[in-house]
């Protein structure tokens, strides 16, 4: 079904004021209740306002508590949001005739072809026939979109917004991406984690990865100016010295958050930076876009981060591809993170990438992928092909 | 967009409705095609259980026809929504145009239906007493 959901017929509609269908009757009957009598409501009609949703039981209280919401733009397949999951909606019609029958007390006898039915004084009425009912299945978020709307515009050092609204293009509140993006609000904050994306002045960005480098080279050169240990850098301290150096707290606490983790001690925040982020930043820097000798990029990684870090190429997997060319390794970029979030496409940028895989390249770069229902196993299986010339050889994945 | 799910009524006391099912459709006289608001169409009684013992039984009887069925709980309950809409009055939604926002509420809810799922029974009896009200379990 669209995300819009079409207007109802602007037919001849009668004023129904949601009841008048003696539901209780009908439910009671079994009970041993008295015959009821099914006629048409007089406000019977296509209602087209009205739909049925099916809901498992474990959705019951957030549909009734008002927590879900539908999201999608009206050319989209509209979505069911949670607060924590997605599900897509899909309309199963029905060849049954399903006459719905309101609560409330009928509001007319059945007057129709007469009023001599004899005994059967209770009647229910039923208000229109649905035509069939939205079910639900839980799927993946759609977040594909997040990444590239936040990629429009990252946020640099010393950008100056200006105030008028020209200037806000291509930035987007919370209340926008929740607007454009099929994601429930909990899955939409993972993606935005994700992205390493920070909340600045209202507007959710990603950080230009040169402004990325000017901090963490900042945070860097100050720990070296002011002694802090790498692994135990004081809050308060770095925060001030870095404002004073022109920065805000709003971005370094991003950037700390982005390569380190926060340790609280003796009532004192600390921040410990990771060895593996921080490395893998600078490989990125080092290797640039283009394609280089290993032992070149090695010696040049090595040489740029901090003292007392040590480089290895594990902290790369997922980040950067080794190539053999004859007798020499080359090493280039390729970031799990600019490739789709759909499975489909993901593979197929893969394959792209590389007719072959062997499987220690190729989970870093399938790892994350994850849909409801299906096992990582169960992707292979569906996207790949798998060779295995010998029982020792490793397993070789080609495109189905 | 964004359509917000609401319900007015919470969770406890969402009021229940009915579903009568039936295989086919029923087709009024052509007389009343035109119109069929307020027309009858068939009387609910219960039965003895066509099959099992543990569902309660219905027949539905209509014109002459009558129908065998059971109550059936449904697995995954239904919903029933109502679309809204609500005139966003206040101002910084989306600039101008869009000042028609939709609303989805939750107006009532379906755990039961009566479902009649066999072939109708010709009732054999004489024209028009459609008082005849014959209960018997189906017979296959």
């Known amino acids: ?400 | 967009m964004q359509i917000r799910v609401q319900c007015g009524c919470g969770e406890s006391s969402c009021p229940e409705w009915a579903v009568v099912e039936l295989q086919g459709v029923v087709q009024p006289q052509a007389s009343f095609a035109g119109d069929i608001r307020g027309l009858h169409i068939g009387r609910l009684c219960s039965a003895p259980s066509p099959s099992s013992s543990s569902k309660a039984g219905y027949t539905f009887t209509v014109g002459y026809h009558e129908l065998a069925g059971t109550k059936v709980t449904l697995k995954k309950p239904l919903l029933v929504l109502r679309k809204k809409k609500v005139n966003a009055g206040c101002g910084e939604q989306e600039p101008p145009a869009a000042a028609e926002e939709v609303e989805l509420e939750v107006i009532g809810i379906i755990r039961h239906k009566i479902l009649f799922k066999d072939r109708p029974k010709a009732l054999i009896s004489k024209p028009p007493t459609k008082e005849k009200k014959t209960v018997q379990p189906a017979a296959k």
């Open chain 1, 1 to 400: 079904m669209d995300a819009e959901m079409e207007d109802a017929g602007a037919q001849a509609k009668i004023e129904w004021d949601g009841g008048g269908g003696g539901a209780d009757a009908v439910l009671g009957l079994a009970g041993g209740g008295p015959p009821v009598s099914l006629c048409y409501h007089q406000a019977f009609g296509s209602h087209d306002d009205i739909v049925l949703l099916e809901a498992a039981d474990d959705l019951l209280p957030d549909l009734l508590q008002g927590r879900v919401t539908v999201r999608g733009r009206p050319e989209e397949e509209a979505v069911l949001c949670t607060p924590s999951a997605t599900y897509s909606m899909k309309f199963v019609g029905t060849s049954n005739s399903m006459f719905l029958i309101p609560p409330g007390e009928p509001s007319a006898k059945c007057l129709r072809p007469d009023s001599t039915n004899g005994d059967a004084n209770v009647v229910a009425a039923t208000i229109k026939l649905a035509p069939g009912s939205i079910e639900l299945v839980r799927t993946a978020p759609r977040l594909d979109k997040l990444r590239s709307l936040l990629r429009e515009r990252p946020y640099i050092l010393d950008e100056d917004l200006g105030n008028d609204f020209e200037h806000m293009k291509g930035l987007y509140t919370w209340q926008n991406l929740c607007k454009l993006i099929q994601a429930s609000d909990g899955e939409l904050l993972d993606g935005l984690n994700t992205l390493s994306a920070v909340e600045i002045d209202g507007f959710w960005r990603t950080v230009d990865a040169n402004s990325v480098n000017t901090i963490l080279d900042m945070i860097l050169h100050n720990s070296v100016l002011h002694d802090w240990p790498l692994n135990a850098m004081p809050e308060n301290d770095v925060l001030s010295v870095m404002e004073s150096d022109g920065f805000t707290h709003k971005i370094v606490t991003h950037c700390l958050n982005r390569f380190g983790t926060k340790v609280e001690q003796e009532a004192r925040s600390f921040w410990s930076l990771d060895e593996k982020r921080v490395c893998l930043q600078f490989a990125q820097r080092a290797l640039g876009a283009g394609k280089m000798k290993l032992a070149n990029f090695m010696d040049k990684w090595e040489r740029s981060i901090p003292s007392g870090m040590h480089a290895d190429l594990q902290m790369l997997e997922g980040e950067v591809l080794c190539e053999k060319l004859g007798a020499e390794t080359w090493v280039h970029a390729f970031s799990v993170a600019d490739l789709p979030l759909a499975p489909a496409d993901r593979f197929a940028a893969l394959f792209r990438e590389r007719p072959k895989w062997e499987w220690k390249d190729l989970q870093p770069y399938i790892r994350d992928l994850r849909l409801p229902g299906v096992s990582s196993e169960g992707l292979l299986i569906k996207y790949t092909r798998r060779t295995q010339p010998s029982a020792e050889a490793e397993p070789i994945f080609t495109a189905r």
